[in-house]
Structure formats: structure tokens, C-alpha cells
């Protein structure tokens, strides 16, 4: 079996015996240039070991590694008088473990809180009486726009996942999940 550390490729049982990536990246080349194979594609999977269903009495299990707990609010304006409202701010705080590239992961959140307050504020289907999609184009649907978009907040609380790459958690879904409910419906 293969073990893979900082630059080296080695075999597991005997971490003396190792090859530089550098040196394999391309396939491996004799010093006369003369090749072996070709490029190294790998691919590779992993599954959490020990899970198992959450108990309904107790709550306690192992569903999966990629439980990301969070909260989410937002602040809006309402104007009493013709009953028109602003989004002031959309604020997200998750625990993603351990965050790999916070530039990122705060686009990331940021699109999915911005996707998530315009379906529940102003997006939706009109139909006909046969079912046929009225508002088709981005004339009639009306998506938030570049104007209405809030301030948006998003910091992280980082509790690595032990059995996660890296001790990250996922977070792509987690800006959607509960900006509806923080959401103030009409």
C-alpha cells in the first residue's frame, strides 16, 4: 500500500522506499529519458467509518460527517405606510470545521444566502389554467437585483471534523438551508 506525504510518494510498510512527485508527475523517466507509463490519474473516495442512524429518543448517532450546524437572520426595513420592505442584512455564522480558503467558502455561503432570500421574497412561477409558465424571461420573474441585494455577514466557528479531510465539513448548501425560515413572510 501507498502512503502520500509532503512531496513523496512511499510505500507504507517501508517509508524508506519513496519517490519524489516530481519525479512521477508525468510518469516516471529514466535517467536516459526514456519513459514508463504514462501520467498518474488517481482517484480516490471516502466514507466516515462507524455511522450509524440518529436515535429518535436520545438524538444521539452518526449520521454522516458532514453535519454543519449554523444560524442565520436577516434585518429588513418595512415601510408601514405603503407596505414596501428592504432586506438591510443577511448574517450566516457555521461551524465548517476547519475552513481550507475563507475567500471562498464566503462566496460560496454568500451566493447560496443571496439565491435563498430571493426565493423567498419576491421569486415565483406565474401559471396559466393549462399549467403553462407565464413569467419566462427576466422581465416577468422577478429575481433580487444587484441594487436590492443586502449587506451580507458570514463568519464561521471552527470545531475541526476529526473524521472530515482536513477537519473541514461540507458548507456549499448550508447559506440556503435556513435563510427562508430567518426570512419574514408577508
Known amino acids: 500500500m501507498l502512503r502520500l506525504d509532503t512531496g513523496r510518494v512511499y510505500v507504507k510498510e517501508n517509508p524508506e522506499f519513496y519517490m519524489d512527485y516530481a519525479d512521477i508527475a508525468?510518469?516516471?523517466?529514466?535517467?536516459?529519458?526514456n519513459t514508463v507509463g504514462s501520467?498518474?490519474?488517481?482517484?480516490g473516495s471516502f466514507v466516515m467509518p462507524h455511522l450509524s442512524p440518529l436515535d429518535r429518543e436520545t438524538g444521539k448517532g452518526k449520521p454522516g460527517?458532514?453535519?454543519?450546524?449554523?444560524?442565520q437572520a436577516v434585518e429588513v426595513e418595512l415601510n408601514t405606510a405603503d407596505y414596501?420592505?428592504?432586506?438591510?442584512?443577511?448574517?450566516?455564522v457555521l461551524d465548517a470545521g476547519r475552513v481550507l480558503n475563507p475567500k471562498a467558502a464566503k462566496g460560496l455561503v454568500m451566493g447560496a444566502m443571496?439565491?435563498?432570500?430571493?426565493?423567498?421574497?419576491?421569486?415565483?412561477?406565474?401559471?396559466?389554467?393549462?399549467?403553462?409558465p407565464q413569467n419566462t424571461s427576466l422581465r416577468n420573474y422577478k429575481v433580487m437585483?444587484?441594487?436590492?441585494?443586502?449587506?451580507?455577514?458570514?463568519?464561521?466557528?471552527?470545531?475541526p471534523n476529526l473524521a472530515g479531510p482536513y477537519g473541514a465539513?461540507?458548507?456549499?448548501?448550508?447559506g440556503?438551508?435556513?435563510?427562508?425560515?430567518?426570512?419574514?413572510?408577508?
Open 26 to 33: 508525468h510518469g516516471y523517466k529514466y535517467q536516459n529519458g
Open 39 to 43: 501520467q498518474i490519474i488517481g482517484r
Open 65 to 71: 460527517p458532514y453535519l454543519t450546524p449554523g444560524a
Open 84 to 92: 414596501t420592505y428592504r432586506i438591510i442584512k443577511a448574517a450566516t
Open 114 to 132: 443571496g439565491m435563498g432570500l430571493g426565493l423567498g421574497s419576491r421569486e415565483s412561477f406565474v401559471y396559466s389554467a393549462d399549467q403553462k
Open 145 to 159: 437585483r444587484i441594487g436590492e441585494q443586502p449587506e451580507y455577514l458570514v463568519d464561521w466557528v471552527e470545531t
Open 169 to 174: 465539513r461540507g458548507l456549499a448548501e448550508h
Open 176 to 186: 440556503i438551508l435556513g435563510i427562508h425560515a430567518a426570512w419574514p413572510m408577508p
